[in-house]
């Protein structure tokens, strides 16, 4: 059962202070903690708070007339974990601007992943993503929600790549950033070296691919390499390792990342049965 509700009337109360000026400090960080906004999402960190994956809740922020329609996921909380219950006004004074959604929580970061521990966890059958210098958060976060949809067991992140935990990869992921596994790496290369020591077979996709995406050969370790949207893949990368394009009519450059993974891991999800259905 979740803690008694606390009331807040200022926004300069200390108790909400590390949830001010939202947008601001999504750009300077917040010290190892991320801010999960929305129902699906603070649903999805009581789903996962203090699983395998590490992330807790420190606090939950609500608008008042947000309290009753979330009771049930604030049950599912450790008693431990305060829910502050604001008005509009003070939300906005808080959050720095108009926070129509009223459903905050502040969660406590895992220290980073080690990529190499975390392949050598992976099942015999398993399906990797790596985002390779993915830099725009919304992208990422539909990545991370493919991957939740279509059976991926790790996501690999280069070093390059930016942070799913800031707050609008998560919101857009739907929460998928706290269930799917994922580990940062070094660059592309060396990411794609240690999957392929431990039997994965890379493809990297490309508009240029050497095959169609419904016919790559299927292996019981895949791992589908993504790009950055304009840049791509760097030639590196294309000519070392196999890969893959989706069949499209001409005259577009290419399709939008987060579109062209979720095809893409449909495809090999479903014709390699990591995906049941």
């Not at 960080?29 to 996962?48: D, K, N």
């Not at 521990?117 to 992976?122: N, P, V």
């Not at 020591?197 to 169609?212: D, I, K």
Request: with cysteine; proline share 4%; aromatic share 6%.
């Amino acid at each position: 059962m979740a803690a008694p509700v606390i009331r807040i009337d200022s926004a300069d109360d200390p108790r909400v202070a590390a949830f001010r000026d939202i947008r601001e400090r999504d750009l300077t960080g917040r010290q190892g903690r991320f801010v999960a906004e929305g129902t699906v999402v603070l649903r999805m960190l009581a789903a996962h708070h203090g699983g395998r994956q590490g992330f807790r809740a420190e606090s939950i922020l609500l608008l008042e007339n947000r309290v009753a329609g979330v009771e049930d996921i604030l049950a599912a909380f450790p008693d431990d974990v305060p829910v502050h219950v604001v008005s509009q006004a003070v939300m906005d004074g808080i959050a720095g601007f108009h926070m129509h959604r009223g459903v905050l929580a502040l969660g406590q970061r895992i220290p980073p992943r080690d990529l190499a521990a975390e392949i050598e966890a992976l099942p015999e059958r398993a399906l990797a993503v790596v985002a390779a210098g993915i830099s725009n958060h919304d992208n990422m976060g539909s990545i991370f929600r493919n991957a939740a949809a279509f059976g991926v067991s790790l996501v690999v992140l280069d070093e390059t790549a930016c942070d799913p935990l800031y707050r609008k990869a998560l919101r857009v992921s739907v929460g998928s950033v706290l269930s799917v596994p994922y580990a940062r790496g070094g660059s592309t290369a060396e990411c794609l070296e240690r999957l392929q020591e431990r039997g994965f077979a890379v493809w990297g996709l490309s508009p240029a691919g050497s095959a169609e995406i419904s016919k790559v050969e299927i292996s019981a370790r895949m791992a589908l390499v993504l790009g950055t949207e304009g840049e791509g893949l760097p030639e590196a990368i294309l000519g070392r390792f196999r890969t893959a394009r989706i069949a499209q009519n001409p005259g577009l450059d290419s399709l939008n990342v987060a579109t062209a993974s979720g095809i893409a891991l449909y495809q090999i999800a479903t014709r390699g049965g990591f995906i049941d259905g």
